[in-house]
């Protein structure tokens, strides 16, 4: 099975670029933040001095960049000159020592240049529902970045929860109830709706995706219409630099219920429950009730925060700390991204 980005030796600037800044780094910009509450998130960095080289002072005040992520969770990078797609890679080799790969892909994605992606291939019209990236799986990448190519014409946005409140804002009695149950996937693969297995495992060889799927603890069902996967997985994490807990899982984004109506009604109507391409219960198999589902989408709202992208933009969020979405747009819509630091951990 192909293991490409996971695995790709991890790229450092030359050392002339790193030694074209000087001066105290903290001083060469300005923070601020987009929104008075929500924890001051995302934190808006911003040059104070004309020219500034954003990879190269990343690269000088690596800490600060660290220390900020960790603390506000997100931090959106405005007002420097706009990075290339080269750049912007080397803007990620600068601030984090491995790349992660996008691993048992549910969404599609377009591949731009060496280890960045487009962000999700989805309809403009439609919304993705806020989620952790890869929350779903054994291993998950710690970081991830967005860069604004073109923004699009309306609406587009990249909505952002904090997970350690959404985590305290759930009732006790549903959060112990998750802890105890865990969460159960679901996923069809092929038959025309998803990705077909062959692109989410990266390989044509039914035997790998059985081995792979075998280290990763996930049930194997080849059918006359591709393969059906079933797992479960925690519904909570501690974040391992910060002991934070975190609500930290695709339980909702997978759950068909969050569908748009017209859209579930379709699938529904089409293939049935059994052969959606995701679906979400508890890890006992049995259903997660309307009314949890419909309180925890509507957490997720409470604490959802927005911002139209300008062009240049560079968005970095500690994806256990932050669950990000997008807005349904209009017009043209150019959003590339990477994921880095690739962590395997159980729940709690």
């Not at 800044?21 to 004309?50: C, F, N, W, Y």
């Not at 925890?296 to 927005?306: A, D, F, G, K, M």
Request: charged letters at 25%; proline letters at 6%.
């Amino acid at each position: 099975m192909e293991q490409s980005s996971r695995q790709r030796p991890t790229k450092r600037l030359p050392p002339t670029r790193r030694e074209a800044l000087t001066g105290a780094g903290e001083s060469l910009i300005r923070t601020d933040a987009l929104h008075s509450g929500q924890g001051g998130m995302p934190l808006v960095v911003k040059p104070s001095v004309d020219g500034l080289d954003l990879i190269a002072w990343a690269s000088q005040n690596r800490n600060f960049v660290e220390a900020s992520l960790i603390s506000r969770g997100a931090i959106l990078f405005r007002d420097f000159k706009p990075l290339s797609v080269e750049e912007f890679e080397a803007f990620i080799n600068a601030t984090s020592d491995e790349w992660a790969e996008y691993r048992e892909a549910a969404t599609p994605r377009t591949h731009v240049s060496g280890n960045i992606y487009t962000s999700t291939d989805y309809p403009a019209g439609q919304t993705i529902f806020l989620h952790n990236e890869n929350s779903h799986c054994d291993s998950w990448p710690m970081k991830l970045y967005f860069l604004c190519l073109v923004p699009a014409e309306r609406g587009g946005e990249t909505p952002l929860a904090d997970c350690r409140k959404v985590y305290e804002s759930i009732p006790l009695a549903v959060r112990e109830n998750f802890r105890r149950k865990k969460i159960m996937y679901v996923r069809n693969y092929g038959d025309g709706l998803g990705l077909s297995w062959q692109v989410a495992f990266k390989t044509e060889r039914k035997d790998e995706v059985d081995q792979y799927c075998g280290r990763a603890g996930i049930e194997t069902a080849w059918t006359s219409g591709g393969l059906r996967t079933s797992y479960v997985r925690e519904a909570v994490a501690t974040h391992p630099r910060t002991g934070e807990v975190v609500w930290f899982n695709h339980g909702t984004f997978f759950h068909s219920s969050t569908l748009e109506p017209s859209l579930r009604e379709t699938l529904l109507a089409e293939v049935g429950e059994e052969n959606l391409p995701y679906s979400t219960y508890y890890g006992d198999g049995s259903t997660i009730e309307p009314s949890v589902l419909d309180k925890l989408r509507e957490i997720y709202r409470q604490e959802t925060i927005s911002f139209p992208w300008r062009k240049g933009d560079l968005l970095m969020v500690d994806n256990m700390l932050v669950a990000h979405g997008r807005a349904p747009y209009s017009g043209t819509r150019r959003i590339v991204v990477g994921m880095a630091e690739p962590f395997s951990g159980p729940g709690i």
